[in-house]
């Protein structure tokens, strides 16, 4: 991702006031630069960096702050860098695996006005909306949401109506989908290509919809997780090639590679159900139980069919656990 600091969005496609019923400019003051410092010998270092950067949204007037959970995972140090040029301390409150959202709490007094949640799931496909940076007007991007629908990723994570808008903003961690009302709808996940009956593949931004957050804002905010069952995780990175789950790769350390699932693997089932795509897979070994539960399943590798069971962990244990200052 781009630094938050030395790049704009190009003119033609920053907002502009007169496109929107609400105050433009004080929506995008509740938008702040996040940035991150994780150790070294954390568990995500390897994969997502020691230093990462994007941005966060202020929903609290007290100063909390939600971002997209994989920019803080683990952090030791966090600055929030506001609109008028300030930089605050943060500290990491909480990250959830399940939605992918992170809140932060400012250190010092921000002065700024927070923005309000709306209902994701009031806006529709063609709407016009506001893709929200730190920095305002220049790092912003007016877009249109082009889809709602399922989205799956590698790292075992799935998101049933995630909402997806063009053009793409080019530093999306922790953007804010900003509605028609000046309001909040989601937050900025991932960059994505489109595939396009004419011309080349397009980037979209993938948006986690703000309505996941209610059900577990209380609990982020008094345990740093939802209070509830973790999900099974296999440590694992797969795809979907052709109708079959492939392994791609392995987190250290993990269930699946204590368990010698190997890259190239092929997942033919899970405790006796075929599975053919990366989110039916996922709620596969979901509906067997929480975290800690042994998974059965079924492998091809090197012209075998190999039965074996992997005993599940749970993610966060792999985690270094935010620290309050």
Avoid: C
């Amino acid at each position: 991702m781009a630094s938050v600091s030395d790049w704009k969005v190009p003119t033609s496609v920053q907002p502009k006031q007169d496109d929107y019923a609400y105050d433009l400019d004080a929506a995008l003051s509740a938008v702040v630069g996040v940035r991150a410092v994780v150790p070294p010998d954390a568990f995500t270092a390897d994969t997502l960096g020691t230093e990462r950067a994007g941005n966060g949204v202020l929903i609290r007037a007290d100063g909390l702050v939600l971002t997209i959970g994989y920019l803080i995972t683990e952090a030791e140090t966090i600055w929030l860098t506001l609109v008028d040029g300030r930089a605050v301390p943060g500290t990491v409150l909480a990250y959830d695996q399940s939605t992918g959202f992170g809140l932060i709490q400012a250190l010092a007094r921000l002065d700024l006005p927070a923005l309000p949640l709306g209902t994701s799931s009031s806006i529709s496909v063609g709407e016009r909306v506001v893709v929200g940076g730190a920095g305002g007007r220049q790092k912003s991007v007016a877009a249109r949401v082009v889809a709602k629908q399922e989205f799956a990723g590698y790292w075992e994570y799935v998101v049933d109506e995630a909402i997806f808008t063009s053009p793409s903003h080019p530093n999306w961690g922790g953007t804010a989908l900003i509605g028609p009302n000046g309001d909040l709808l989601g937050i900025g996940s991932l960059q994505l290509q489109e595939g396009r009956e004419q011309g080349p593949p397009g980037d979209i931004n993938m948006i986690v919809p703000i309505d996941l957050l209610p059900p577990i804002f209380d609990d982020l905010l008094t345990l740093g997780r939802p209070n509830k069952p973790q999900r099974p995780w296999l440590g694992l990175y797969a795809t979907a090639i052709e109708n079959r789950i492939v392994v791609v790769g392995l987190a250290k350390d993990g269930p699946a590679q204590k368990a010698d699932l190997r890259t190239g693997d092929v997942l033919l089932s899970i405790a006796g159900g075929e599975v053919h795509d990366l989110a039916a897979f996922y709620r596969r070994v979901w509906s067997l139980g929480p975290a800690g539960i042994e998974i059965p399943m079924s492998i091809y590798r090197d012209g075998k069919t190999i039965e074996t069971r992997l005993k599940s962990g749970d993610r966060n244990r792999f985690l270094k656990t935010p620290k309050l200052h």
